[in-house]
């Protein structure tokens, strides 16, 4: 077996269920000053643009190593990973 480090930020939710933790730079508790985003005519959208955004995209907290550790495992064969996992719902 393989040990793989698998990212911590990304751009996909891997199981689709629940919400993510953002990870931004842009200042979020100034609404104002968010970078609006715009459909091809230029007209203002109700979204943030995050192509002015550190990372040119939305990013989050990854929820799983699950899509990083497939990846390895198609170059590698067996792999495994430990690694922190970030859920953004309420725990019970």
């Given at each position: 077996f393989n040990y793989v480090q698998t990212?911590?930020?990304?751009?996909?939710?891997?199981?689709?269920?629940?919400?993510?933790?953002r990870v931004t730079t842009l200042?979020?508790?100034?609404?104002?000053s968010l970078p609006r985003a715009k459909d091809e005519e230029g007209k203002e959208l109700a979204g943030v643009d995050y192509a002015e955004?550190?990372?040119?995209?939305a990013a989050f907290?990854?929820?799983?190593?699950q899509l990083g550790g497939e990846t390895h495992a198609c170059a590698l064969g067996d792999v495994y990973t430990f690694g922190p996992?970030?859920?953004?719902?309420?725990?019970q």
């Open positions: 990212p911590l930020i990304t751009a996909s939710d891997c199981e689709g269920a629940g919400e993510m933790f200042d979020i508790d100034d609404v104002a955004d550190f990372f040119g995209k907290l990854t929820v799983s190593g996992t970030f859920r953004a719902e309420n725990s």
